[in-house]
């Protein structure tokens, strides 16, 4: 399995990013996918995740200014950030995952993150 993740950068407060993550190796759509993030001297945490119908969840921390959608066509999954926030900072990945509702854990390996860096 392998799992990129990009589209990453630098940007302003209030602005949006767009990051992309492609998957090989799986059946992508019999699997449900999340996008996590790892803050410098945080723990990696949950962000969102979208299930193999369409359902999406968020951490309260980013609800109403992100969204997690999927391709299954490409086998790729995309999270729309707006509102960006300077404690939204942190290296972001995706990885396939199982749960319900806010309680989501990884099932995958983790590959490569793409840094998201927000200036105040």
Known sequence: ???QASGGGLVQAGRSLRL???ASGITFSSYS???YRQAPGKEREWVAAITMG???NYVDSVKGRFIISRDNAKNAVYLQMN????EDTAIYYCNTVRGEITHWAASGSWGRGTQVTVSS
């Open 1 to 3: 399995v392998q799992l």
């Open 20 to 22: 992309s993550c492609a």
């Open 33 to 35: 996918m999340g996008w």
């Open 54 to 56: 369409g359902n999406t």
């Open 83 to 86: 509102s960006l926030k300077p």
